[in-house]
């Protein structure tokens, strides 16, 4: 070829990055790769290959991780643990910092290594996946260095299991591994089987910057070593990346061990084009949602929405777009496109759209792809069926489907029409849209004329089926870290109701009623137990809920949703009305009390005025739940906006009959989201004597609605209920394990203290730790500035 000739063509000759560094770097090791394990690399053993996705040849290979692999990774990882933590906040940082420098200076290197062992181009692993990895060491070595200022009453988990997946591997290790290492905690972390190799010279570049042995163990291995690190009693909390049913598995494997979780999962994400966009903006948007990485990105940009009046301009324009892609092997430099994952991961995507189009869906596709390794063209399916599996399930390939729609509220309802709430991408030029738009689409990441933006700072994570917790600036510091108050608790015990001595029927019925959607319910089952009292004898009886009951509660927690929307302001009038309202019945309440515990009088009337003044608190704080303005270092902001969550179940705490209810419920109140609260199984008189606080205040019906009963089968009907989203259980440990257990079906959030009562009369026992486990940060890219 002359040059003459790429002037005529207007076309890009190859230009191949060079690899003989990263061959050389293969070849060093023999292309055999055991663990990484306190500080060293263990005999390679028994393993697979990892093979290159753009040729198919295999790379080299790695090791499968057994028991005793993980047993010696997490001994290691406990006995560096302590140590690390002890370092002053400017020691970690310091070490934070080196990574950050040593991950600069061989960026070359890791880039090529992970263009070669993903399939990804290394256009975008040079310019995107390592140096926005380098900038999650410096953004975290900072939180190192202010630990002790930023995160006063905090301490580290401990020892952290993480596994991640395949399609960012190197930007999702140091995702994981910067807030993790720089607050003080040790890890043991296994990369996906098919992309192992930068994992892999990560830990030679760690130990290169003298990261200390045994805080950092690499354990290479497939989904069942996964499954032990996940499982492992070592493990003091678990962040997982990678598929919902994994993450599925996953909740279910540490349900009951006491650990924390948190799980970055798949997602649907909506990319909304309104008639008034600039669609120019808004076709090259789309190139980044959904064929940047060949669309294996979590929160790809994988449904189009397109408003009718200018879907066709848009697809047209989007088509002639299409036909400028250039797919080719992931070390040309100039190329858009390379490999997919693997051949079997092409061949489920071709199959996901073979069966698109028997369904009536257009196939647009465009570009040549190489006949050799694992590539899959950049492909639009235009008018899905709704229902269609296209429509609805990951694809996670280079797959964009598109429907129409006509209004705004149909966006939304299209939009939200999914298990997941991950991401979504709004494209107007009219801000009261766009920004009406962000507030109503359930989602943990929501960009306005941008797409697939992400940054150190802000915090990334999803709402549904996409997961809990979030990663990436102070929201993400939390998951990695504990409240040290909650660290001196006794086990609790289950309820033990006393037996009735003398039961005597009484004519007259006073059984408390449970309270629904503002108004006070039978039981569906129309039984009552008798609450017995400190001394034996019947105070009263209380109705025996059971699945229905907990089903109209929900209900009329779903029918409260305006609460959410009320401002804060009105909020914190009803939570102080209440609290006022539980003051001028001081006296009632400590009787009740102490009839119940037998708590002497002063003890009871102290845990009422406690209760007061939670209500206050919570009141205070109904009205500061504050976001944050996150300045990334690219143009725009990123609004992280504290939202509720939704339907909360609450199974209040069996200690402080009327405080722990208190406790338990009013956080979530304050902060917009809708409560079925269970009542103490053994002393709920509390509870149901609340019913006049709420009906003497101004709290909308269905905001709060208690049944009674018992814990046991009220507690497993609300973790299985699907339209309920977090669940926050004070039970017994055997309850708590089964609850997160249950919690499955629709991933709701579970806080619980794995029982191990807390005291709830600590002013520790309230405040910010609540409120964050009461809402959710959805974080919102708006442009900003030149
Ligand atoms: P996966 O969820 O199976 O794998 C992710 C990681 O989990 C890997 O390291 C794997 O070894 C590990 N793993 C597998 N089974 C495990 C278990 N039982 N316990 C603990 N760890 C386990 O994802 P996979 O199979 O690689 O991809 C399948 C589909 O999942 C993709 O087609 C895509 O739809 C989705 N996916 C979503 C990702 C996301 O970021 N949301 C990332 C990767 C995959």
Redesign the pocket.
């Known amino acids: 070829m002359t040059v003459a000739s790429f002037f005529d063509s207007m076309d890009y000759a190859p230009s191949t990055e060079d690899d003989s560094a990263a061959r050389a770097w293969l070849a060093s090791h023999d292309a055999r790769f055991g663990h990484f394990i306190d500080g060293a690399f263990t005999k390679p053993a028994e393993g697979f290959d990892t093979l290159e996705p753009a040729t198919g040849n295999p790379l080299a290979q790695v090791s499968q991780g057994v028991t005793a692999d993980v047993d010696a990774a997490f001994k290691a990882a406990r006995r560096a643990q302590k140590g690390w933590a002890a370092l002053p906040g400017h020691e970690r940082a310091l070490k934070l910092y080196a990574l950050a420098r040593i991950i600069q200076r061989n960026s070359r290197l890791i880039a090529v290594v992970e263009a070669l062992d993903n399939g990804k181009s290394i256009r975008e692993t040079r310019d995107i996946d390592i140096p926005l990895a380098a900038r999650h060491f410096y953004h975290h070595a900072g939180w190192a260095q202010l630990q002790d200022s930023q995160f006063a009453g905090y301490d580290p988990v401990g020892v952290v299991g993480q ?6 591997p190197f930007l ?1 290790l140091a995702w994981k591994l910067a807030p993790a290492l720089a607050l003080g905690n040790a890890v043991v972390l ?5 992309t192992p190799l930068t994992a892999l010279l990560f830990a030679e570049l760690a130990q290169a910057a003298g990261l200390p042995a045994g805080v950092l163990n690499i354990v290479t ?11 492992h009693e070592g493990a003091d909390k678990v962040a ?8 599925r ?2 909740r279910e ?1 540490t349900a009951g061990q006491g650990k924390s979780l948190t799980l ?4 649907k994400s909506p990319f909304i084009v309104c008639e008034d966009a600039d669609i120019d903006a808004a076709v090259e948007g789309v190139v980044d949602a959904i064929w940047f990485n060949q669309g ?4 790809a940009g994988s449904r189009l929405l397109v408003q009718e009046g200018v879907s066709d301009v848009f697809h047209a324009r989007l088509a002639e777009r299409m036909k400028t892609l250039r797919i080719g092997g992931s070390l040309d430099k100039t190329i858009d496109l390379s490999a997919v ?1 693997d051949g079997a ?1 092409r061949d ?2 071709a199959g996901m759209v073979d069966r698109a189009v028997a369904a009536g869906a257009t196939l647009v596709q465009s570009g040549d792809v190489p006949t050799t390794g694992s590539f899959y063209p950049p492909t639009l399916l235009r008018d899905v069926p709704a229902t269609c599996e296209a429509a609805t ?5 280079p797959v964009a489907v598109s429907m129409t729609f006509r209004t705004p509220e149909e966006a939304v309802q299209l939009a939200n029409h999914t298990r997941y709430g ?1 991401a979504a991408s709004i494209w107007s030029e009219n801000i009261n849209l766009a920004l009406d738009l962000a507030a109503k689409v359930q989602a943990g990441i929501v960009w306005v004329n941008c797409t697939n933006v992400m940054d150190a700072g802000v915090g990334f994570g999803g709402v549904k089926e ?2 809990f917790g979030r990663e990436g600036g102070r929201e993400g510091c939390y998951d990695y870290l504990k409240p040290r108050a909650f660290a001196k608790v006794s086990e609790r015990k289950a309820a033990s109701p006393m037996a009735a001595k003398g039961f005597s029927l009484d004519p007259v019925d006073r059984t408390a009623k449970f309270y629904i959607g503002g108004k006070q319910a039978r039981p569906d089952g129309g039984n009552a137990r008798a609450v017995v009292g400190a001394k034996g004898a019947v105070l009263g009886e209380v109705g025996e809920g059971n699945r229905k009951d907990i089903r109209n509660a929900v209900e009329a927690a779903r029918g409260a949703k305006s609460w959410g929307g009320k401002t804060q302001h009105n909020r914190a009038q009803v939570l102080y009305y209440m609290g006022e309202n539980l003051s001028a019945r001081a006296e009632e309440f400590a009787e009740r009390i102490s009839a119940q515990t037998g708590a002497k009088t002063d003890k009871a009337r102290a845990e009422v005025a406690a209760s007061v003044s939670r209500l206050f608190s919570y009141g205070a704080w109904a009205d500061k739940v504050e976001g944050t303005v996150h300045m990334p270092p690219m143009k725009g902001l990123a609004l992280a906006v504290p939202e509720p969550i939704g339907v909360a179940g609450v199974i209040c705490p069996e200690e402080s009959p009327l405080l722990g209810f208190v406790s338990a419920v009013a956080p979530l109140i304050a902060t917009g989201n809708r409560v079925v609260a269970v009542a103490s199984e053994a002393h709920p008189l509390s509870a149901t004597d609340f019913y006049q606080v709420l009906e003497t205040s101004d709290l909308p019906g269905g905001v709060l609605n208690i049944v009674t009963g018992s814990t046991e089968t009220l507690g497993r009907e609300l973790a299985k209920h699907n339209d309920v989203d977090v669940l926050w259980a004070f039970t017994t440990p055997a309850l708590s394990a089964e609850i997160e257990r249950l919690s499955v079906g629709n991933l709701k959030r579970v806080f619980t203290d794995h029982g191990r009562a807390w005291d709830w009369t600590s002013p520790e026992a309230e405040g910010e730790h609540f409120i964050r486990q009461a809402t959710q940060v959805k974080n919102i890219w708006v442009p900003y500035g030149e």
Do not use: H, Y
């Open positions: 596994v991640i997946p395949w399609n960012f999702m296994k990369p996906a089987e098919a291995g497939d989904g069942e070593t996964g499954a032990l690190i996940a499982a997982f990346t990678g598929s919902t049913e994994v993450g598995r996953i494997a970055e999962l798949g997602g294996q990105v979590c929160c994952i991961q489920r995507i399930e990951e694809i996670f390939g991950l996409s997961g």
